[in-house]
């Protein structure tokens, strides 16, 4: 099989990468394109529930100390692909809640 | 007028002398008075100078004192000063945050009865303890590594190439082990032997998220792990916890046993093996490494009622000449409705190049379900704690009978969880295998699984 005919699976790959970088930028237009009068604002509590719970049972914020918390966020806006924003607000409520 | 002064001057005068020659004789100080009293004050004296001595004495040692300690302080501050330049002081906040040390993982013990064509006495099969290493260097560095010991039956090789059983084997695997650099808020790099985002399976698998003890057969069609570097990252939408997620990366990917792009090989023992190897290789022998990607959605529209879309896949050589390609395609979706029903699934497509069979294509997908019976807020016991599950997946891999296997199998899988605690589960499942031109089989599995 020819590797050419998945050219334009390379091409998508290209596209990821670049997609990133722009939007590390801050002009990405996806942001933008979002409508601001739809827009709801989860808090730390409420993102915990959304992002945690649809992948494993919600572990209680007393299990681990502040520092702990700090880099299992992490460890899990890698592996989960957590906006970072969001990442820091479940982190903050955790911390608030230990 | 002056005759009366006069008078009154001469009247004074007269009592003052009169008053002075009465004055009685005990006013008068004797000699030997004067002498005791003059020796009382020598006394006096002296004893006055002896305390000023004595305080001069002590200001003296008072003054060495104040120096001492403040030699004390000055050695005590350096000390202080000395300590600090090592590590951090214990009551400054910021650096002992600024990095950490975490230990989380699993740990499964898992019981099996297998009957029809894998038909075996049942068994403790299988004892897990997967431990993942977290390092936290600053707020863009993170060193992660995952290991998986497991001690499984043993075997023996036979003679005539038969397989036999022995004692127990102990593995020791190493499932992950990267470095993140979070580079801004939409990307992260990362560098060493990853996890591969071929759907989400990978990535959500462990022994304590999975639901059901065993991986849906599909998935054997597919690289789990892979040594290369990988960007990735996430953009919300809005501020609802809707995003899209992405990711690229390049990895060494399939590789070939015999060096070859034949479908098959053979063993020490002549047993016929798969020629494609998808263990996820760490020397890369052809022109040049794999690539790969995945792109999903999420969309929650409240917390535990939400949906999940992803397009992965990856291609590369495998063979050593670089002629032949294995391709892989994937499809996964997910979805929560209330926190109480889920149901997700993917569907595998891979296209194998072969230089003695042409091009392979396989597939195979599965589809599983959840639901927590504590939705019926039952007051009995066991079964608010209690999670109904069912699977259902099957697998077409036209490589499968090269080493005897069924080239179309498919599976029932019900079961159920019993949650412990939140991270403490008991699971248990039945499986029906049918498979096409060959016996059906069929196992329990009862596995204990922990999450720390």
New interface residues.
């Given amino acids: 099989?020819k590797?050419s005919k998945?050219f334009l699976?390379?091409f998508?790959?290209a596209v990821?990468?670049g997609?990133?970088?722009i939007?590390?930028s801050g002009s990405?237009v996806?942001?933008d394109?979002?409508p601001q009068k739809?827009?709801?604002?989860?808090d730390g509590e409420?993102?915990y529930?959304?992002?945690c719970?649809?992948?494993?049972?919600?572990?209680?914020p007393t299990e681990?100390t502040?520092?702990?918390w700090?880099?299992?966020i992490?460890?899990m806006?890698?592996?989960?692909?957590?906006?970072?924003?969001?990442a820091r607000k479940i982190l903050k409520y955790m911390k608030e809640n230990n | 007028m002056k005759n009366f002064i006069k008078r009154s001057f001469f009247a004074v005068l007269t009592l003052s002398f009169a008053g002075l020659c009465c004055i009685p004789s005990s006013w008068a100080v004797t000699d030997e008075q004067f002498l005791a009293l003059q020796k009382e004050v020598q006394v006096l004296e002296q004893e006055h100078q002896q305390d000023q001595a004595e305080i001069q004495n002590l200001k003296a040692q008072q003054g060495q004192v104040e120096q001492k300690t403040e030699e004390i302080k000055k050695t005590a501050d350096q000390a202080v000063e000395k300590a600090s330049m090592v590590q951090p002081s214990a009551n400054v906040k910021v650096p002992?945050?600024n990095h950490?040390?975490?230990l989380?993982g699993d740990a499964e013990v898992q019981y099996t009865q297998t009957g029809g064509a894998n038909k075996a006495h049942s068994s403790y099969r299988m004892a897990d303890f997967a431990p993942?290493f977290?390092?936290?260097a600053n707020?863009k560095v993170?060193f992660?590594a995952g290991f998986d010991t497991t001690i499984d039956n043993g075997t023996v090789a036979l003679n005539g190439g038969a397989t036999g059983a022995s004692g127990s084997t102990t593995s020791f695997d190493l499932t992950f082990a990267q470095i993140?650099y979070?580079?801004?808020?939409?990307?992260?790099v990362?560098g060493g032997k990853m996890i591969l985002p071929l759907g989400t399976y990978n990535?959500?698998s462990a022994g304590?998220?999975n639901k059901i003890a065993d991986d849906p057969m599909a998935r054997s069609l597919l690289i789990s792990q892979g040594v290369g570097v990988q960007?990735?990252?996430?953009?919300?939408?809005?501020?609802?916890?809707?995003?899209?997620?992405?990711?690229?990366y390049s990895t060494n990917g399939a590789g070939a046993v015999d060096v070859t792009g034949n479908a098959s090989t053979l063993d020490v023992n002549v047993a016929t093996l798969r020629n494609i190897d998808l263990g996820g290789n760490v020397t890369n022998m052809h022109k040049r490494p794999s690539?790969?990607?995945r792109?999903?959605w999420f969309f929650?529209w409240k917390?535990?009622y939400?949906v999940?879309l992803g397009l992965s896949?990856q291609?590369g050589?495998w063979d050593s000449a670089g002629k032949?390609?294995w391709?892989a395609g994937v499809i996964d979706a997910?979805i929560?409705v209330s926190?109480y029903f889920?149901t997700k699934g993917e569907y595998i497509y891979t296209?194998t190049?072969t230089a003695d069979l042409g091009?392979i294509d396989s597939s195979g997908w599965w589809l599983q379900s959840g639901f927590k019976m504590s939705y019926f807020n039952w007051d009995l016991p066991l079964i608010p704690s209690t999670e109904l599950v069912f699977r259902y997946d099957t697998i077409n891999d036209p490589l499968n009978p090269l080493t005897g296997a069924a080239q179309k199998s498919y599976r029932y899988t019900p079961g159920l969880v019993y949650?412990i605690t939140?991270?403490l589960w008991l699971e248990g499942s039945y499986e029906k295998i049918y498979n096409k031109g060959a016996q059906d089989a069929n196992q329990w599995l009862l596995q204990l699984s922990y999450?720390f």
């Avoid at chain 1, 719970?53 to 209680?60: A, G, K, M, T, V």
Wanted: proline share 4%.
């Fill in positions: 099989m590797q998945w699976f390379r998508i790959f990821i990468i997609f990133a970088m939007g590390g990405l996806l942001a394109a979002a739809s827009v709801k604002k989860l409420q993102l529930a959304v992002h719970s649809r992948c494993h049972s919600e572990r209680y681990r502040d520092a702990q700090k880099t299992i992490m460890h806006q890698v592996r989960a692909n957590l906006p970072p924003e969001q | 002992a945050e950490s040390f975490v989380a993942v977290l390092y936290r707020d993170l992660e993140d979070l580079f801004n808020d939409y990307l992260t990362i990535e959500r304590w998220l960007a990735r990252g996430a953009k919300a939408i809005g501020e609802s916890g809707q995003m899209v997620t992405y990711s690229a690539e790969g990607g792109i999903g929650p917390p535990h939400d999940e896949g291609t050589a032949e390609t391709n997910a929560h926190p889920e296209r190049g091009t949650y939140n991270s999450g």
